[in-house]
């Protein structure tokens, strides 16, 4: 069984030129419906109205950072199981192994290529799909 369309995408981002680049990147290029959110707490207040498929989160924010702000998505019913790949420029391999290990199930290397940005978050939501089917 083939995965699940890919369309809502929750991306949370506080640098305005990388949430333009991406959306652009994601909805143009990909055909995603993006909601953008400037901090995660934004994201916390703005979810209640939200059915994400996926949520893209940057790690170093303000205030409430990546991990912080997924721990709390979390807790919020319909959001404990909705994937998340967290973007970042810290990306040695004990930081990724980190992320993964709080949950994420990909991270993206800050800087990214725009034009490859949409197959690579397909690529990973298929992978992440199989790797369910198979468990």
Same mark, same amino acid.
């Given at each position: 069984?083939?995965?699940?369309?890919?369309? =809502?995408?929750?991306?949370?981002?506080? %640098?305005?030129? &990388?949430?333009?680049?991406?959306?652009?990147?994601?909805? /143009?290029?990909? *055909?995603?419906?993006?909601?953008?959110?400037?901090? *995660?707490?934004?994201?916390?207040?703005?979810?209640?109205?939200? +059915?994400?498929?996926? &949520?893209?989160?940057?790690?170093?924010?303000?205030?409430?950072?990546?991990? +912080? +702000?997924?721990?709390?998505?979390?807790?919020?019913? *319909?959001?404990?199981?909705?994937?998340? #790949?967290?973007?970042?420029?810290?990306?040695? /391999?004990? %930081?990724?192994?980190?992320?993964? /290990? #709080? *949950?994420?199930?990909?991270?993206?290397?800050?800087?990214?290529?725009?034009?490859?940005?949409?197959?690579?978050? =397909? =690529? &990973?939501? /298929?992978?992440?799909?199989?790797?369910?089917?198979?468990?």
């Amino acid at each position: 069984m083939a995965a699940p369309t890919l369309q =809502n995408i929750l991306y949370v981002e506080d %640098e305005p030129d &990388i949430q333009a680049v991406t959306k652009i990147a994601l909805e /143009s290029i990909g *055909g995603f419906t993006l909601e953008v959110c400037n901090s *995660g707490q934004e994201a916390l207040d703005k979810c209640t109205n939200l +059915t994400p498929d996926l &949520i893209l989160l940057d790690v170093m924010m303000p205030e409430m950072d990546g991990p +912080t +702000t997924m721990t709390e998505l979390r807790k919020i019913s *319909g959001f404990e199981s909705i994937p998340v #790949i967290f973007m970042t420029a810290k990306v040695q /391999s004990q %930081e990724i192994a980190l992320f993964k /290990s #709080i *949950g994420a199930i990909e991270v993206i290397a800050k800087p990214f290529d725009p034009m490859t940005l949409s197959q690579t978050v =397909n =690529n &990973i939501w /298929s992978q992440y799909h199989d790797s369910e089917k198979s468990a």
